[in-house]
């Protein structure tokens, strides 16, 4: 089939690119079972996510800031499983968040999980395990917080409360591109200066997924119809540190090793002290976006830590 690289970004089709996951993958493609549903948190206003499988699902995953469900397409065909991959509200195909922008500031990440909650619970109230990056990440750890029903076992993948402004900067340099672009190709070169160690087919699919053409034909990030320039204050840290102190589930951090990743030396030392029964595991081929970099390996992860 032809690569994506040679496919006609009006040709998308938002399912039709997964046999090039499985090819980058090097596993054999056989047509999984998976559709995009709706969940209304309240009313006139929704939450997207992608269902994979016909079984109850086993997973529950959350994307990071300024991502989609999507990022998780090769994470879920490796792992071969029934699970769920959440659009966080203001991103993707979901609705923003109350009053209709993007949630911002301290209260961000508990305006998500009371979001994310309602989804969880219509769609995958048995789910054995919670997994969330990076915004998702912390997203999660108030979610086991707030509904621990929820979160039978925790994985966060390269974030932990220990993230700054400055650990990130490398994610928010990119994220804080232009408002638009004039042409799909300029939106994916942009995105390939910025993840150099991905190839160019990976990229393309996730702008594919990430991004849509307007009326004027310029095209914007999925995220960015949401995006406003309010609250900047971050969530109180020490307060999630706690939570995650507090929490009962098993946990365990996938930590990327190379330059991009948020996670330090200290974050870990810390998530050891509060955690001592955490599983810490280092994926050095890869950055923050595990799930695109090294997606074989977070799978094989998650398949032994979730039986």
């Not at 699902?57 to 994307?63: I, T």
């Amino acid at each position: 089939m032809a690569g994506p690289e040679q496919v006609d970004p009006a040709d998308y089709r938002e399912f039709g690119l997964l046999a090039e996951n499985a090819e980058e993958l090097g596993i054999p493609f056989v047509p999984p079972s998976v559709k995009r549903v709706f969940v209304e948190v309240e009313p006139s206003r929704r939450v997207s996510a992608i269902v994979w499988g016909d079984s109850e699902p086993e997973l529950l995953l959350l994307h990071g800031g300024a991502q989609n469900a999507h990022t998780w397409d090769s994470v879920a065909l490796a792992l071969g499983r029934p699970l769920v991959a959440v659009d966080l509200p203001g991103h993707g195909h979901s609705d923003g968040g109350r009053g209709g922008s993007m949630p911002a500031g301290e209260g961000a990440v508990e305006e998500l999980a009371s979001d994310v909650a309602v989804a969880a619970t219509e769609l995958a109230p048995g789910a054995s395990a919670l997994v969330g990056m990076s915004l998702g990440g912390l997203t999660s750890i108030v979610l086991s917080q707030k509904h621990p029903e929820l979160v039978r076992r925790h994985v966060l993948v390269d974030v932990t409360p220990g993230v700054t402004g400055d650990k990130a900067r490398s994610v928010t340099d990119f994220i804080s591109g232009p408002e638009s672009f004039s042409s799909f190709d300029e939106i994916l070169a942009r995105t390939i200066k910025y993840n150099p160690g991905r190839t160019v087919s990976s990229l393309r699919r996730g702008v594919l997924h990430n991004a849509v053409q307007r009326d004027d034909g310029r095209w914007v990030w999925r995220w960015a119809r949401f995006r406003t320039g309010g609250n900047t204050s971050v969530p109180d840290m020490g307060a999630l540190w706690d939570a995650l102190e507090r929490a009962d589930a098993p946990l365990m951090l996938v930590r990327g090793m190379r330059p991009t990743s948020v996670v330090d030396d200290a974050d870990e030392a810390e998530l050891r002290r509060r955690r001592p029964d955490a599983r810490v595991e280092h994926i050095e081929g890869a950055g923050h976006s595990i799930q695109g970099d090294a997606p074989g390996e977070l799978a094989a992860l998650l398949a032994d830590f979730v039986p």
